[in-house]
C-alpha cells in the first residue's frame, strides 16, 4: 500500500501557529506543530518565525483531497501521488 | 486486572489513592547549583518512533510497522500512562488532588494550532506542581487558573455535557498531574491508540457501558456521543448497541442519555473483559 507524499515549501511556510489553515481544514487531521524552539523555562513566543514547523505527521491518513493546497495563502504544499494511484 | 492498579494501589482504584497525588515536585538545590537537565519525555520518543512506523506503513513496510508499534508498547507497558475515567470518578477525584487549576491543552495545540486562553481552557492540572505554574505563566502555557473544589465539578460537567471523555494523566511513575477533557483526532493519546495500536498511552476505565433495552427507546444521542466507535443504532432492534469490547468505560453515552438507560458495570464483574484492558 502506497500513500500519497505531501511536500511542504518550508521557504514560504513560515509560521504556521499564526496561520493554521491547513491543520484546520485538514479532514483527517494529518499535520502537526512542531515546536522547534524549546528553551528551559521559557513558553515558545507564537509570533517568533523560527519557532514552529508544520509537520505531516500522520501521512497514512492522507486522503489527496487536496483541500489544504487549495487553503494554502502562500502555495507552500503539494501532494504527490504515488505512481500507481495517478489517474 | 488493571495494570495500574497492581503498580500503584494498595486497594481500590489507583487514581483514587490519596498518595498518588502526593509527589515531591520541589527538589531543594545547593546554592549556586544547575538545574537538572530533564530528559526527554517518553511521549515525545514514543513521537518520533510512531512517525518512523507510519512512514514505514507509508511506504507498504507493513513488517516494519508492526516491529515498531511492538517496540512502543513493550517500553511503554512499564510505565504509568493515561487512564480513562467516567465523570463521577472525576468528580470524586477533585475531592482528594489540590490545589486544582485549569489551564490550556497542550494536544489541541500541536493537532489543530488551537490556543486556548481563561474563558477556553479545557485541562485541569493537579497537585503542588501548578503553584509553579501559575507564578511564571511565561514558563507554562501561559499560566493557570486556580478553582475550588465545587468549580472544578462543574469545570468537568460542562465538558462532559459538551460530550469530552475525561482522562487522568500521570507522569512514569504512577504520580498524577492532571485530568484532561479529550476527543478524537485532537488527543493524541486516543488516537495514537485507536488509529496505530499503541495500546498502553491510555488504558480503558473499570467500567463498561451497557444499554437497557427495556428503557432505551433508540433516540441516538448516545451514538453521537461515543469516541470509540463502539456505538450504534441498531437498525433491527432501533434500540443503542454497544460493542462491550470497544467500549472504554468513559461513560459518556451515559452522562448523555436523556432516559438514563445506560449503566456502567464494574469491568471486573465481566469475565471476558476481566484482562481488556
Redesign the interface.
Known amino acids: 500500500?502506497?500513500?500519497p507524499k505531501i511536500e511542504i515549501d518550508y521557504s514560504k511556510c513560515t509560521n504556521?501557529?499564526l496561520c493554521?489553515k491547513c491543520?484546520?481544514v485538514c479532514p483527517?487531521?494529518v499535520f502537526?506543530?512542531?515546536t522547534l524552539k524549546m528553551e528551559?523555562?521559557?513558553?515558545t513566543d507564537?509570533g517568533d518565525p523560527d519557532a514552529f514547523k508544520l509537520d505531516v505527521?500522520?501521512?497514512?491518513?492522507c486522503t489527496a483531497c487536496n483541500d489544504c493546497v487549495n487553503v494554502c495563502p502562500v502555495d507552500a504544499i503539494k501532494i504527490i501521488l504515488p505512481e500507481a494511484t495517478r489517474p | 486486572m488493571c495494570r495500574l492498579c497492581e503498580m500503584y494501589a494498595s486497594e481500590g482504584i489507583w487514581y483514587l489513592d490519596a498518595g498518588n497525588f502526593a509527589h515531591q515536585m520541589y527538589k531543594l538545590r545547593e546554592p549556586g547549583g544547575k538545574?537538572q537537565?530533564?530528559s526527554e519525555s517518553t511521549a515525545s520518543m514514543g513521537g518520533s518512533l510512531l512517525?518512523e512506523a507510519?512512514?514505514a506503513?507509508?511506504?507498504?513496510n507493513?513488517e516494519k510497522f508492526s516491529e515498531l508499534v511492538e517496540q512502543i508498547n513493550e517500553r511503554d507497558k512499564m510505565y504509568a500512562t493515561c487512564h480513562v475515567l467516567p465523570l463521577k470518578d472525576a468528580l470524586a477525584v477533585m475531592d482528594i488532588a489540590s490545589p486544582v487549576a485549569k489551564m490550556a491543552c497542550i494536544c489541541r495545540?500541536?493537532?489543530?494550532?488551537?490556543?486556548e486562553d481563561s474563558n477556553t481552557y479545557s485541562c485541569l492540572g493537579l497537585g503542588t506542581g501548578m503553584l509553579k505554574w501559575e507564578r511564571?505563566?511565561?514558563?507554562?502555557?501561559?499560566g493557570v487558573e486556580f478553582l475550588n473544589p465545587e468549580e472544578a465539578k462543574e469545570f468537568l460537567i460542562e465538558w462532559d455535557r459538551k460530550g469530552m471523555v475525561h482522562i487522568i494523566m500521570s507522569e512514569g511513575q504512577g504520580f498524577i498531574g492532571g485530568i484532561c477533557n479529550c476527543d478524537y483526532?485532537?488527543c493524541l493519546q486516543i488516537?495514537h491508540r485507536l488509529?496505530y495500536g499503541i495500546n498502553y498511552t491510555v488504558t480503558k476505565s473499570h467500567y463498561v457501558a451497557k444499554v437497557n433495552y427495556d428503557i432505551c427507546n433508540g433516540c441516538g444521542v448516545c451514538v453521537q456521543r461515543c469516541q470509540w466507535g463502539a456505538l450504534k443504532l441498531e437498525v433491527t432492534t432501533q434500540k443503542a448497541s454497544i460493542d462491550q469490547f470497544r467500549c472504554f468505560g468513559c461513560g459518556l453515552c451515559q452522562t448523555g442519555c436523556p432516559r438514563s438507560a445506560i449503566e456502567l458495570l464494574d469491568r471486573m464483574s465481566l469475565p471476558a473483559l476481566r484482562e481488556v484492558w
Open positions: 500500500m502506497l500513500m504556521p501557529m493554521k491543520i484546520q483527517t487531521a502537526e506543530i512542531q528551559r523555562l521559557k513558553e507564537l505527521f500522520y501521512r497514512d491518513r | 538545574p537537565q530533564s512517525k507510519i512512514e506503513k507509508c511506504d507498504g507493513e495545540k500541536r493537532q489543530r494550532a488551537w490556543e511564571w505563566p511565561e514558563r507554562y502555557r501561559g483526532p485532537d488516537r488509529d
